[in-house]
């Protein structure tokens, strides 16, 4: 195992431990949850091969669902984001194309690359999460508030987090 993928199962390993030990109890207003588990697969090298995302994503939302006894919702919707990421990679590829090795980050690609790459992704994710949980569209505008909180919060901590951590720019 390479360098690479030491650091990125490290990263697992602290994604998933955030969430379940610090971000599950932290609930605003009984509607925004904070998601921060899946920005391990949305921030993976661009060059991901689709099925090692797809794995990943079910091996973290399976870890979290353990932790919330929420019996697949997370690998479900987690897995959905993993496939569907390359693909709005690809439809979001700059003029030049990416470099070889660059990763998803804000400071790799700025902060208006990462919203509009991110932002849909994490709005799927929720989606696909509350509505499943919610056993259908009974509860339409409570589950839409719910989506909507829940991704203003994930995305606020998923943007603090990148603008603290340091990251080199690739040359």
């Known amino acids: 195992m390479n360098r690479l993928g030491i650091v990125q199962l490290v990263l697992f390993f602290v994604y998933l431990l955030v969430q379940v030990l610090i971000l599950r109890n932290l609930v605003l207003f009984n509607t925004a949850f904070c998601f ?3 920005a391990f697969v949305l921030l993976l090298p661009i060059e991901t091969n689709t099925l090692i995302l797809m794995l990943a ?3 973290m939302g399976f870890s979290v669902d353990i932790f919330y006894d929420s019996m697949g919702l ?22 030049g194309g990416y470099e070889s090795g660059s990763t ?13 790459y991110s932002l849909p992704l994490v709005f799927l994710h ?10 259908g ?8 508030l719910k989506i909507i909180a829940s991704l203003i919060f994930t995305m606020s ?7 603290l951590t340091p990251q080199r720019r690739r040359i």
């Open 36 to 38: 921060l588990y899946i």
């Open 57 to 59: 994503g079910f091996l």
């Open 74 to 95: 997370h690998a479900l919707a987690t897995v959905l984001v993993a496939y569907l990421r390359n693909y709005w990679l690809s439809t979001i590829t700059p003029q």
């Open 104 to 116: 998803a980050t804000l400071a790799a690609n700025g902060l208006q690359w990462f919203l509009v």
């Open 126 to 135: 929720h989606l696909v999460l509350f509505f499943v949980e919610a056993s």
């Open 137 to 144: 569209f009974t509860l339409f505008w409570y589950t839409m």
């Open 157 to 163: 901590v998923m943007l603090l987090l990148q603008f």
